[in-house]
């Protein structure tokens, strides 16, 4: 057992640690202790990322997507975290945070083309659920302006293809790594779509939504970093 793998491991159980101490601190309404817990385990995920590159250095050009994709999740965390404790600039920052995810589901979406080819029907289904993501935000009334729905739009076509398109990798290939990407990128639609209701509608149990979105924001971000690791 390598020295590499072991702080891999730890790392993997330090962010969790986090990540569980994020979702009871917002639970309890702590915002400012939920926010530094959150920052604490989206820069964890990067060092994942890295330690699982250094243990397992087989794809760069893979580790270095990944790392950009984490890197602009780490800020958009950032942003939306500022607004848990700065409300006032709540219609500035979740349109700014979106934006930074939006850049990291690209550079995911890059890593698995890269390694499995562009694919039409991956792509389809990614404008359908783009599609999908605008009928909604009309049925269940959101109350968004024009340009933020057109944003968030784009945003789930890029989500749903990127799990997709990993999809099609992990089936193709059915290596590890990609089985955890894929893995990972259902996870994030599953927590966005959930941070959408808790955005833009009234929802009841907001804390119930609040851990559901959490508990699986985290695994979705600590496995396609670790995706890196079992190249």
């Not at 500022?82 to 945070?97: C, D, M, S």
């Not at 990407?181 to 959408?196: N, Q, R």
Request: aromatic fraction near 16%; charge should be positive; proline fraction near 3%.
């Amino acid at each position: 057992m390598s020295p590499l793998f072991i702080v891999t491991v730890a790392l993997t159980a330090l962010t969790t640690v986090f990540a569980f101490a994020c979702i009871a601190q917002r639970r309890k309404g702590k915002a400012f202790q939920g926010m530094l817990c959150k920052f604490m385990a989206s820069f964890g995920f990067i060092s994942v990322a890295v330690v699982g590159y250094c243990m397992n250095p087989t794809d760069t050009y893979y580790f270095c997507l990944v790392c950009f994709a984490l890197l602009f999740g780490f800020f958009g965390d950032v942003l939306l975290g500022i607004k848990e404790i700065a409300p006032t600039f709540r219609g500035k920052l979740i349109p700014l945070g979106t934006a930074y995810f939006l850049v990291g589901h690209i550079f995911y979406l890059c890593a698995f083309i890269t390694k499995g080819g562009f694919n039409l029907a991956a792509l389809i289904v990614g404008i359908l659920g783009g599609v999908f993501c605008a009928v909604m935000m009309k049925v269940l009334k959101m109350k968004i302006d024009n340009k933020l729905k057109i944003m968030l739009t784009v945003y789930y076509a890029a989500l749903v293809y990127k799990v997709s398109a990993s999809a099609v990798l992990a089936f193709g290939s059915r290596s590890p790594a990609f089985w955890l990407a894929f893995a990972g990128s259902v996870l994030f639609l599953i927590s966005d779509s959930c941070l959408s209701l808790l955005y833009f509608t009234p929802v009841k149990k907001k804390n119930n939504w609040v851990t559901v979105e959490l508990s699986t924001y985290y695994p979705a971000q600590i496995l396609l970093a670790l995706s890196v690791a079992v190249m």
